[in-house]
């Protein structure tokens, strides 16, 4: 198991610079956000200590958990990033991670039957209304990628379990509310936090 940890750790770090170095060619940007400043993403190389956790949390479960939620902890690393940069989840991403999603829930219902996949629908359709509802009562402070962002997690963590899917959604609000809170500043981006509360919930989770 320690030897497990160890090359998760790695095998993330190697991810985490990869993300970062794509991050900083700016690719995503939009011509109008060509002159802000480079991005601070220096926290990607976090990724390493995410995926340790994940392996730490997930090994005994069934495999596809794995499969499903490594590839995604690194695509809400990059996706983080890019709202950090430019206050914006983009569909290409967003669309490749739903995707990724999609194949896991799949591979696992396959395995253990179609409960899995009517509850990931569910669990999507639940944050993204409670999300939608967000979005209309704060007049569109928080746009429809985080509804759609909140939608994969949901799908994502209730494969682990519905508390985690629970967790995960509601921990990523009460850190945003503290992190805007402390900044007195309600124009941050929702993006990071989404990604935060998902990992720490699936990491955290009984």
Excluded: N
């Amino acid at each position: 198991m320690i030897w497990a940890l160890a090359l998760a750790v790695i095998a993330g770090d190697v991810v985490g610079v990869l993300i970062f170095r794509h991050v900083q060619r700016l690719g995503h940007r939009l011509p109008d956000e060509a002159r802000r400043s480079r991005p601070s993403v220096w926290w990607l190389a976090f990724l390493g200590p995410v995926w340790g956790l994940l392996v730490w949390r997930l090994a005994s479960e069934p495999w596809p958990l794995l499969v499903l939620w490594l590839p995604l902890s690194a695509a809400l690393a990059w996706l983080a990033a890019v709202d950090q940069d430019v206050s914006r989840l983009p569909d290409r991403l967003l669309t490749g991670t739903a995707a990724w999603t999609g194949v896991s829930i799949l591979l696992r219902m396959w395995i253990t039957g179609p409960s899995v996949g009517i509850e990931a629908v569910l669990a999507a359709l639940l944050s993204a209304g409670g999300f939608a509802v967000i979005h209309f009562v704060g007049r569109g402070e928080r746009g429809f990628g985080d509804i759609k962002l909140a939608a994969i997690i949901g799908a994502a963590a209730v494969t682990v379990s519905w508390p985690t899917a629970f967790y995960a959604l509601v921990g990523a609000c009460v850190l945003a509310l503290a992190w805007g809170a402390a900044r007195r500043d309600a124009t941050f981006a929702f993006g990071p936090w989404l990604a935060v509360g998902a990992v720490l919930a699936v990491g955290l989770a009984r």
